[in-house]
Each structure stands twice: as structure tokens, then as C-alpha cells.
Antibody, heavy 121, light 109 residues
């Protein structure tokens, strides 16, 4: 059974960089069949796709966040990570990592439980 | 940018009733890239439907998806108590590569 687990600080100061890691178990992050993604959800609001990385290291980001986002992968640790710079209160949200399955029919098939990140001084 | 508009925003129904949720895209979306998710409070979203009409593993057959092009529908044939939740559609396509609809909340009447 594939499992994803987010980890990182729950509190980040404004203007600093938010850093989260997603650890994947039960499957290899090196598989060529998936995009590894980050999604966030402010309290009481909908889901916002942040970006994704492929095992090759190729990335794609939401244009609305692109200037501040970096997603990287560490295949040796079966992890991928998110960095979001220059954060403000608007970046306060639950952050999810998820596996996006490629192939004939594309979808998010596994999600982490989510981690709340609060931006506050 | 493809925008997904879900309607209604809130659906108030009783257990046993039929729920029909709409997801309209601002441009045509390939059915292969349209999925639906269910989210309950404090939980991560759960995949219900992918490829517009294929049920995910373990999803009861009271859930069904249909549609093509710009109009997609999620139908819950008879609402069970555990079905009251928020539902999101999602598409994969052009920049941004992936978008979600704003969600439909199905609440108990």
C-alpha cells in the first residue's frame, strides 16, 4: 500500500521560505508512471495545485506561484520536497503531497494526510 | 487557462435522495483527464471517478460519472450518510497544467 507523509515546520515567518518534504513508502518514487505533486488548501477554501515533479527531475508549476516555488526530488530517500519563498499570510494553508498517476487515464490516486502551515510572526 | 466551474455550490438533500453535481469547463477537456474527488472535514481528498466515468477501487456503484467536452456530471444515486461531503472535479491539460473546480458541498437537509 502506497503511503505519502508530509513533514516540515508548522509555523513560518512572513518573507521566509516554507519548506516541506513528502516521504513516499510502499512504492518507488523512481517509477516513470507518476507525477509527484503538491497541492494546498486554505481553511474553508478549495484545492490549489502548486506544482509537480517527474522522476527525471522535470517540473511544472502553477503560473500563479511559479516565481516562488521550487520542487525537487531525492530518489535515494524516496522523497520529494517543496520550497515556497517570500511567504505571506495568504500562503497559510494545509499542504498536501499526492501521487498523480499517468497513463491512459490520469488522476491523483494517493494523497498524504496534509500538514497545516501557518505564516505568522 | 481552463477554468472548472462547479454547481451548485451547496446541495441540500436527504439520505436516500439522488445528487447531481455539475462541472463545467471553460474549454474542452479530454475525458481521459477529468476526475472527481470527495473530501470530508479534516481529511485529504479521495479519488472517486477518473477518466470521467471510471470508478476508483473500492468506490460504491452508487457513484457514477458522465460527460464529455465541457460538461461533466457526478451522480450519487442514493445518498448514504457517509456521502455528505465536499466534491471536487479536476482536469489535467494546458497551463496551468492542472486545475480543480471550486467544489460542491453536499449537506444534509
Amino acid at each position: 500500500q502506497v503511503q505519502l507523509q508530509e513533514s516540515g515546520p508548522g509555523l513560518v515567518k512572513p518573507s521566509q521560505t516554507l519548506s516541506l518534504t513528502c516521504t513516499v513508502s510502499g512504492g518507488s518514487i523512481s517509477s516513470g508512471s507518476y507525477y509527484w505533486s503538491w497541492i494546498r488548501q486554505p481553511a474553508g477554501k478549495g484545492l490549489e495545485w502548486i506544482g509537480r515533479i517527474y522522476t527525471s527531475g522535470s517540473t511544472n508549476y502553477n503560473p500563479s506561484l511559479k516565481s516562488r516555488v521550487t520542487i525537487s526530488v531525492d530518489t535515494s530517500k524516496n522523497q520529494f520536497s517543496l520550497k515556497l519563498s517570500s511567504v505571506t499570510a495568504a500562503d497559510t494553508a494545509v499542504y498536501y503531497c499526492a501521487r498523480f498517476r499517468l497513463g491512459q487515464l490520469w488522476r491523483f490516486d494517493y494523497w498524504g494526510q496534509g500538514t497545516l502551515v501557518t505564516v505568522s510572526s | 487557462e481552463i477554468v472548472l466551474t462547479q454547481s451548485p455550490g451547496t446541495l441540500s438533500l436527504s439520505p436516500g435522495e439522488r445528487a447531481t453535481l455539475s462541472c463545467r469547463a471553460s474549454q474542452s477537456v479530454s475525458s481521459s483527464y477529468l476526475a472527481w474527488y470527495q473530501q470530508k472535514p479534516g481529511q485529504a481528498p479521495r479519488l472517486l471517478i477518473y477518466g470521467a466515468s471510471s470508478r476508483a477501487t473500492g468506490i460504491p456503484d452508487r457513484f457514477s460519472g458522465s460527460g464529455s467536452g465541457t460538461d461533466f456530471t457526478l451522480t450519487i444515486s442514493r445518498l448514504e450518510p457517509e456521502d455528505f461531503a465536499v466534491y471536487y472535479c479536476q482536469q489535467y491539460g494546458s497551463s496551468p497544467e492542472l486545475t480543480f473546480g471550486g467544489g460542491t458541498k453536499v449537506e444534509i437537509k
